[in-house]
T-cell receptor, first 114, second 118 residues
């Protein structure tokens, strides 16, 4: 069964600190993995998209890693800001029969405190 | 930057009433998705369109939910009658045809429609 699991479920950190969010998946056939940021009451916004051959990708203070062998990904946030408070959702894409299936994790809720 | 448009942003209704949500995907995007997201959970696919055709509606509660994309552009999701358990965020997303240069197609979400059923 295709699954995406994220940890921790929630996280509280102080402004300026770093943090790392984890994503483990069992999705086949794997196509790509993406991280989304979802502010409360809003739709998810893409942070990074990583294909099978990519190990690391950065977007400002966000750095995503992918280990396709262990089927793990992480999202590292550097020098956190209050505006980083949101849910972070890991989404793994599988391409089957010419269409794309997206398997969503339940997200990690991050709270950054001043 | 192109956006996926959704309306209404918020809808409060009483149970047994009919509700409709509208989505206008990014111009040229062939694939359109409707997701339901319950608070604290990840989005759950309700229906996926490729142009005007449904390619996956296996999780759509067809006794009360219906979706259409008549001209392969904008789409409507309807609930009739609404039940208390339908309270959720309804997200529309779209992606272009094909796989893209990097091997990963773009999936863009709208801001969502928040439904509260009383």
């Amino acid at each position: 069964k295709n699954q995406v699991e994220q940890s921790p479920q929630s996280l509280i950190i102080l402004e300026g600190k770093n943090c790392t969010l984890q994503c483990n998946y069992t999705v086949s056939p794997f196509s790509n993995l993406r991280w989304y940021k979802q502010d409360t009451g809003r739709g998810p916004v893409s942070l990074t998209i990583m294909t099978f051959s990519e190990n690391t990708k950065s977007n400002g203070r966000y750095t995503a890693t992918l280990d396709a062998d262990t089927k793990q990904s992480s999202l590292h946030i550097t020098a956190s800001q209050l505006s980083d408070s949101a849910s972070y959702i890991c989404v793994v894409s599988a391409r089957t029969s010419g269409t794309y299936k997206y398997i969503f994790g339940t997200g990690t809720r991050l709270k950054v405190l001043a | 930057e192109a956006e996926v448009a959704q309306s209404p942003r918020y809808k409060i209704t009483e149970k047994s009433q009919a509700v409709a949500f509208w989505c206008d995907p990014i111009s040229g995007h062939a694939t359109l998705y409707w997701y339901r997201q319950i608070l604290g959970q990840g989005p759950e696919l309700l229906v996926q369109f490729q142009d005007e055709s449904v390619v996956d509606d296996s999780q759509l509660p067809k006794d009360r939910f219906s979706a259409e994309r008549l001209k392969g552009v904008d789409s409507t999701l309807k609930i009739q009658p609404a039940e208390l358990g339908d309270s959720a965020m309804y997200l529309c997303a779209s992606s272009p045809r094909g796989w893209g240069e990097t091997g990963a197609n773009v999936l863009t979400f709208g801001a969502g429609s928040r439904l509260t059923v009383l």
